[in-house]
């Protein structure tokens, strides 16, 4: 009776705990949302006519030579879009399954109002406002915060400069003094090859190589789920935001 006594006891707790966390994520969601909806950068791109002050189609004339619905002649350029998603139900860019939104930067080509985009003056303010013609056909759990010209040898992994993640434990009975000490450990400059995943084409090749693996990692990798990546850092990358971020 006892036994039963203090496992009912030890699920209600988790389940107080549970309700808290919950509470904690409302309140972060609460927070995002505030901030998007009062971002004031939204001068920097025009916006797009929506709803009746979309041109009447019965109107509209096809360019002699452009092919209605073909978008090969029109002008492209690169840019870096940076999306807010929650990584539940996506599995693209990495595997995340946690409730707060994870920060990615992926870069492709778009369609584009400036005709020469490798001039000088690229007239951001007659650009086409992504963010806001994105958001408008994106589910509401993608988000893309802004947008910025980015150069042909851009990589959105490989160019950016560093990263902020933000990784959830359940404290249960962790000893957060200890973590914290073995978290210090961390701090400047390393090689924390150890520390990584494999990311290789053949990963037997790779541990058979003892000059690249010169031994095994002793230990377990944490699972990657609780893991929340929070921002990237690029050199001379300015994101433009507009009003169509919310």
């Given at each position: 009776m006892?036994?039963?006594?203090?496992?009912?006891?030890?699920?209600r707790a988790e389940v107080a705990a549970l309700q808290l966390r919950v509470q904690e994520l409302e309140r972060e969601n609460q927070r995002l949302a505030?901030?998007?909806?009062?971002?004031?950068?939204?001068?920097k791109c025009y916006g797009i006519p929506e709803g009746n002050d979309l041109p009447d189609d019965s109107r509209k004339r096809t360019r002699k030579g452009h092919e209605k619905g073909n978008v090969s002649h029109c002008s492209k350029r690169l840019v870096a879009l940076k999306v807010m998603y929650f990584g539940q139900r996506?599995?693209?860019?990495?595997?995340?399954?946690q409730a707060e939104p994870t920060v990615e930067v992926i870069s492709l080509y778009l369609r584009s109002n400036i005709k020469d985009v490798g001039g000088d003056g690229l007239h951001e303010r007659s650009e086409i406002?992504?963010?806001?013609?994105?958001?408008?056909?994106?589910?509401?759990?993608?988000?893309?915060?802004g947008w910025c010209p980015v150069p042909a040898?851009?990589?959105?992994?490989?160019?950016?400069?560093?990263?902020?993640?933000?990784?959830?434990?359940?404290k249960g009975?962790?000893?957060i003094v200890d973590m914290q000490?073995?978290?210090?450990?961390?701090?400047?400059?390393?090689?924390?090859?150890?520390?990584?995943?494999m990311d290789a084409a053949n990963i037997v090749d790779s541990?058979?190589?003892?000059?690249?693996?010169?031994?095994?990692?002793?230990?377990?990798?944490?699972?990657?789920v609780p893991l929340i990546l929070r921002s990237c850092v690029f050199d001379n990358a300015n994101f433009m935001c507009s009003s169509g971020m919310s």
């Open positions: 006892a036994a039963a006594d203090g496992e009912a006891s030890a699920l505030k901030i998007a909806s009062s971002c004031t950068c939204g001068s996506f599995y693209g860019f990495s595997s995340e399954g406002d992504y963010v806001k013609v994105l958001n408008r056909i994106l589910p509401r759990d993608i988000r893309v915060l040898d851009f990589h959105a992994r490989f160019t950016c400069l560093g990263r902020e993640y933000k990784y959830l434990f359940w009975d962790l000893d000490k073995a978290a210090s450990k961390f701090i400047g400059e390393h090689d924390f090859r150890n520390f990584c995943k541990l058979l190589d003892i000059t690249r693996t010169p031994r095994k990692p002793q230990y377990k990798m944490a699972p990657e």
